[in-house]
């Protein structure tokens, strides 16, 4: 991989220089906070001379401080030192003038990345499967909604005009998006972003982006922070908006983000892969993901409006349960032979964090490659889902995570501990909202 300085010289020679550079961190809701920096004071940011407070790692989705979680004021919200993450120096065509943008993490002293770092918790999880000379394959796909410029941010969502009610993979939908879907398309391969298929989905302006399978997860993870911000600032670019939320309309389907899963060993050999059925190391990693579902939804559901993908006929799986080929599935086994044979999971929003949900995914294949776990059987052979379904309350779901002692294990207790504050906080603050629908039903009739 190349270095930053090399990526920038790079990046000289095609464009000039940036009239500025955007340092990006992402931090636990994935908002990516930072600096801009004058593009020809690089060296500022390669000799470690930027810094950013640590508690950035983990604000609430208001972007305030979460005085539960012991970060900021509590403990003189210390600075880390930001460094550039090798591969993400990219241009940024949408803005005006020759802009460039960069994701970094924030070290101490000694060069360690912050524990407060999602990157780095996925890096972890990585490190365990490389120690037993394995090497996770992942591909993900992200859903997202074009929608018409709204004048207020309380306005509600409206689809561009004349797209179809229900789309459904409709060629002509794509073509009344061309300009902008090309735009999207050409500014990811200028930005080196493995895109592959671009379809449009079941809502009115809502679309899917497929990305390549990698062995490089970080990077995985890294293309899907990318990919939502340049589909917003080109977007908005045409007059419209973009958007990621899990659900934005009631009657619509939501968000997701699928992702799929393959183990190489050090041959470079999936282990997934059978001759005949589903793979007993496939099964096992199946029944870890499904027994760590419950603990592990508020890292693929993280936010209040997360929930709604979770209602009946919302669209989205709604059980822990799996199927062989079977969309209605949480879990869906697509393939079980050669290097294709691999699980694919598909209960995560498109609003979440892309290196909490790849962590929650493989320490749950972690968890059942090292462990005895039950595995129900599919869901082509029973006819009610046999499993209690997953929670539709968001509440619930952080004291599954809470009381959960593999996200201790995996996440540390520290991080553990943050995230639950951050979100115990965000709860107090955003259910005790008394919406419109409220005041319409209630104040005048009670």
Known sequence: MTTTKAEYDAFCAEFGVPDRIEMMLCDLNAVLRGKWLPGDEIDKLLKGDMRLPESTYAPNILGSEVEASGLGSPKGDPDGFLVPIPGTFKPAPWNNGIVAQVLVEMVDAEDEVSFLSPRQHLSNIL???????????????????????????????????????????????????????????????????????????????????????????????????????????????????????AKPYADQPGNGMHVHVSLLDSEGRNIFASEDGVHPLLKKAVAGVLDSMREFQLLFAPHLNSYRRFQPGSFAPCYPDWGTDHRGASIRIPETTGMGARLEHRIAGADANPYLVLAGILGGVWHGLHNDLPLPPPLEEVEDGGVAPLTHDWITAVDFFEKSKLAVDLFGKEYHDVLVAVKRDEIAQLTTVISSTEYRYYLSRL
């Open 127 to 245: 490190d365990r499967f490389a120690a037993e000379g394995l090497k996770p394959v992942v591909a993900t796909e992200l859903e997202f909604y074009l929608l018409k410029k709204r004048e207020a941010d309380t306005d509600p969502p409206e689809p561009p005009d004349g797209l179809p009610d229900t789309q459904n993979y409709d060629l002509d939908a794509l073509a009344q998006s061309e300009n902008i879907l090309v735009e999207i398309i050409e500014t990811a391969k200028a930005q080196g972003l493995p895109t592959d298929a671009l379809i449009a989905e079941y809502g009115p302006g809502q679309f899917e982006i497929n990305f390549h399978h990698t062995d490089d997860v970080l990077a995985a993870a890294d293309t899907a922070m990318l990919f939502r911000r340049l589909v917003i600032g080109v977007v908005n670019g045409h007059g419209l908006e973009a958007t990621f939320m």
